[in-house]
């Protein structure tokens, strides 16, 4: 059975980074934060981290399982041919075209979190946290997470839900559904 577009949830978010080691980025930069993204990931949430998810016994409650091999919903005609799912996450990153930033200088990026994928966002600001200190990029530049803000369309004034000084998450944030995405009428 088909869910309705109704149901489509998603919750945006943008992260604010202070460079504390020079990072140098390609010229498309989504691929490398996708990328770091998805090993740093996998280091922060596998328990079997040198298994194949296919043989390991938690792979149906597992976070990496899910936002990397999200199988598809059971119920869904359109998707039955495939064996995943599209990630349920979207990282757009900084869109300038600077590659080289230097210490103390601040860049951002946002996430947007789709369905169940959202009640996950903890370990997403705990992973981009951590890959700060891992380093990213040509010579794996480090970054302080600064900051991750709730995003509100319509609604102005930021929503701070992370703070990068006392390493605090709040769950004040929004869920938003297609109504959000459409003009004011």
Do not use: W
């Not at 936002?67 to 990282?91: L, N, W």
Request: glycine fraction near 8%; aromatic fraction near 14%.
């Amino acid at each position: 059975m088909e869910r309705p577009l109704s149901q489509f949830r998603f919750a945006k978010f943008s992260f604010s980074l202070r460079v504390e080691s020079p990072i140098t980025l390609p010229a498309y930069k989504g691929s490398t934060f996708r990328g770091a993204f998805g090993h740093a990931f996998k280091k922060v949430v596998c328990v079997n981290r040198g298994k194949d998810c296919d043989s390991c016994l938690l792979k149906g409650k597992c976070v990496y399982s899910y936002v990397f091999e999200t199988p598809p919903p059971s119920d869904s005609s359109k998707m039955r041919k495939y064996p995943f799912a599209p990630h349920p996450f979207i990282i757009t990153p900084p869109l300038e075209e600077k590659r080289d930033y230097q210490i103390g200088e601040s860049f951002s990026f946002e996430l947007t979190l789709i369905g169940k994928s959202i009640d996950y966002l903890p370990y997403f600001i705990y992973t981009f946290d951590e890959l700060g200190r891992i380093g990213i990029g040509k010579g794996k530049g480090k970054y302080h997470l600064k900051k991750v803000k709730s995003e509100r369309p319509k609604v102005k004034g930021e929503n701070i839900i992370y703070s990068g000084e006392d390493k605090t998450l709040k769950n004040d944030f929004n869920i938003l559904n297609v109504s959000d995405l459409l003009p004011y009428t």
